[in-house]
């Protein structure tokens, strides 16, 4: 089972970057998924998830407005669509899976983790 992250980069306030997390050995309809960040020095904080029945989407606070999370079952990929990126978005992005098939996705007890992408955003 793996989880592979991509699409960060280095992008200026006020741009947008879609980071991909693709799953192997999974079914994303089994399986929700969440997406985590980490800034240097910063704990490690959830961002956004999506349910695996249902495929229902949640943000956190510093997500809600700027960013969009879905998924494509056939490619078994959850995407993070990120705009209006500000210098405070600067992070190491992580996507985890997480098995509990109920109507909530979580940012804790996560199942498998993924790789990291960074994701720069500065002037």
């Known amino acids: 089972l793996q989880l592979q992250a991509s699409g960060g980069g280095l992008v200026q306030p006020g741009e947008s970057l879609r980071l991909s997390c693709a799953a192997s050995g999974l079914t994303l309809d089994r399986y929700a998924i969440s997406w985590f960040r980490q800034a240097p020095g910063k704990e490690r904080e959830g961002v956004s998830c999506?349910?695996?029945?249902?495929?229902?989407?949640y943000y956190t606070e510093s997500a809600k407005g700027r960013f969009t999370i879905s998924r494509d079952i056939a490619k078994n990929t959850v995407y993070l669509q990120m705009n209006s990126l500000k210098p405070e978005d600067t992070a190491v992005y992580y996507c985890?899976?997480?098995?509990?098939?109920?109507?909530?996705?979580?940012?804790?007890?996560?199942?498998?983790w993924g790789n990291g992408t960074q994701v720069t955003v500065s002037s």
């Open positions: 999506i349910t695996a029945i249902g495929g229902s989407p």
């Open positions: 985890a899976a997480d098995q509990r098939l109920g109507p909530r996705c979580y940012y804790y007890n996560m199942d498998y």
